[in-house]
């Protein structure tokens, strides 16, 4: 399939993965615009729902970790110029145009779509796309697992609880169900040795290989293997049988190499 050069970046707020990715991209002069979602607060019950979700799927020491790593990126945003931990600061030094919107299904977003020619929206929220929105461009996606396995939440966290020996990102068109569109490319990397949070970055960097090679056209060929499965949250009991395997949530923290 033949893309646009560029895309618009379509993200939610997120400090340890997607701003070097996007980084990446920005750098290579793929990124035409970016628009940040800003979440409202779900309310009391909202947060408290949320935090006891968190709390079950990672337990609190790693919830701690996440909390410790969160701040490290806050100030390693500031100190260091070419690594990156921020959306913003990925606009502010490529110099790309930026926007935030509370809700993906506005007119704002709708009006901004129209105003960016043969647009292809890199897409990374945690909210399903209604179909009139689909309509309006080429809407990828980066999904953390070689699918059609391991759609849904956490999946590298359900891969390595059932002891895949490869981990791996997709890249694919989106429809109006969730991981299931048109696969365009992939790519794995062993397991071994991988905490959750290493692995995630190993498969961010990846995928931002996969990317670049698809805005520039590069031939990509995709056997996808195996039947689709779905994951959802993990529950504290599928926690406790992870740690019981040796399973470990690590460190989300990385300290990226350089993008100019």
């Known amino acids: 399939m033949n893309l646009s050069s560029q895309c618009v970046l379509l993200v939610d707020p997120e400090p340890f993965y997607m701003p070097h990715l996007a980084a990446r991209l920005a750098a290579a002069g793929r990124i035409r615009s970016i628009v940040v979602r800003h979440q409202n607060f779900p309310g009391v019950r909202g947060a408290a729902r949320s935090v006891q979700k968190l709390l079950n799927a990672w337990g609190i020491r790693a919830l701690l970790g996440f909390a410790v790593a969160r701040l490290l990126t806050i100030v390693s945003d500031k100190l260091f110029t070419h690594r990156y931990y921020s959306i913003e600061k990925v606009a502010r030094n490529f110099g790309v145009p ?22 292809v929206v890199f897409t990374q929220v945690s909210v399903r796309l209604r179909p009139e929105l689909l309509r309006q461009a080429v809407f990828l996606n980066k999904h953390c697992s070689l699918l059609p396995k391991y759609a849904g939440v956490y999946p590298v966290f359900w891969a390595l609880l059932n002891k895949e020996t490869r981990l791996g990102v997709t890249i694919h068109l989106m429809n109006a169900e969730y991981d299931a569109g048109e696969i365009l490319a992939q790519d794995s990397v062993a397991s071994e040795g991988h905490s959750v949070s290493s692995a995630y970055h190993a498969v961010h960097d990846r995928a931002g290989d996969l990317l670049l090679g698809l805005f520039s056209n590069a031939a990509c060929s995709v056997q996808p293997v195996g039947e689709r499965t779905y994951f959802g949250w993990p529950s504290s009991t599928d926690r406790k049988r992870f740690v019981r395997q040796g399973g470990r949530f690590g460190w989300p923290f990385r300290l990226h190499p350089p993008v100019q």
């Not at 930026?98 to 647009?119: A, C, M, N």
């Open 98 to 119: 930026i926007r935030f919107v509370s809700k993906v299904h506005s007119e704002e977003f709708y009006e901004h779509l129209g105003t960016q020619p043969d647009t």
